[in-house]
T-cell receptor, first 114, second 114 residues
Framework: DGGITQSPKYLFRKEGQNVTLSCEQN?????MYWYRQDPGQGLRLIYY???????QKGDIAEGYSVSREKKESFPLTVTSAQKNPTAFYLC?????????????FGPGTRLTVT | KQEVTQIPAALSVPEGENLVLNCSFT??????LQWFRQDPGKGLTSLLL?????REQTSGRLNASLDKSSGRSTLYIAASQPGDSATYLC?????????????FGSGTRLQVQP
């Protein structure tokens, strides 16, 4: 089955700890994205990558970091500098950076920091 | 800056009703618009993608229209069913080439009563 996997589904961390969220896709998509969703709100873009070894900041990149060493993987690290890290995190991908293509989403990771 | 608004924020209808969800965007320079469905605690499922040159797209009981010049899109759901209960999100892709990500509305939470 082709798709996007995110693990774990639920993640709990203590304040002050860094945590890395996994995103893997076997769709052979070039472009990958990380979004954050807070209750009752739409998705906000954290980081995106149009190709391997390249990534760009989105609208709310402060306190987050990413890497794109492999086409199929785009992990997101939530650092201790992120002031309100508790949220639902969604990873997405598209076949290419071209404008016509649909974006597909993973099942999400719910991060709770206490 | 592009802003996407969805009205109403929540909607409850009896089974069998036809209904319309609204999406408006402030910058008409979009390349396409995508409608998604999100079940509680889950990722997003793409429903329909409308290119800026198109007026509407249909899939089964769903019909999405786009009026780019007025900055509006509607999602029409015919003969609603309890299984349609979910949050519906619209998102637009801007025409500029610097970014390939979507700008989302905050969604309409739909409840279809049996």
């Amino acid at each position: 089955d082709g798709g996007i996997t995110q693990s774990p589904k639920y993640l709990f961390r203590k304040e002050g700890q860094n945590v890395t969220l996994s995103c893997e896709q076997n769709l052979n998509h070039d472009a990958m994205y990380w979004y954050r969703q807070d209750p009752g709100q739409g998705l906000r873009l954290i980081y995106y990558s149009q190709i391997v070894n390249d990534f760009q900041k989105g609208d709310i990149a402060e306190g987050y970091s990413v890497s794109r060493e492999k086409k199929e993987s785009f992990p997101l690290t939530v650092t201790s500098a992120q002031k309100n890290p508790t949220a639902f995190y969604l990873c997405a991908s598209r076949i290419s950076a071209g404008l016509n293509y649909e974006q597909y989403f993973g099942p999400g990771t719910r991060l709770t920091v206490t | 800056k592009q802003e996407v608004t969805q009205i109403p924020a929540a909607l409850s209808v009896p089974e069998g009703e036809n209904l319309v969800l609204n999406c408006s965007f402030t910058d008409s320079a979009i390349y396409n618009l995508q409608w998604f469905r999100q079940d509680p605690g889950k990722g997003l499922t793409s429903l329909l993608l409308i290119q800026s040159s198109q007026r509407e797209q249909t899939s089964g009981r769903l019909n999405a229209s786009l009026d780019k010049s007025s900055g509006r899109s509607t999602l029409y759901i015919a003969a609603s069913q309890p299984g349609d209960s979910a949050t519906y999100l619209c998102a637009v892709r801007r025409e500029d080439t610097g970014r390939r990500a979507l700008t989302f509305g905050s969604g309409t939470r739909l409840q279809v009563q049996p």
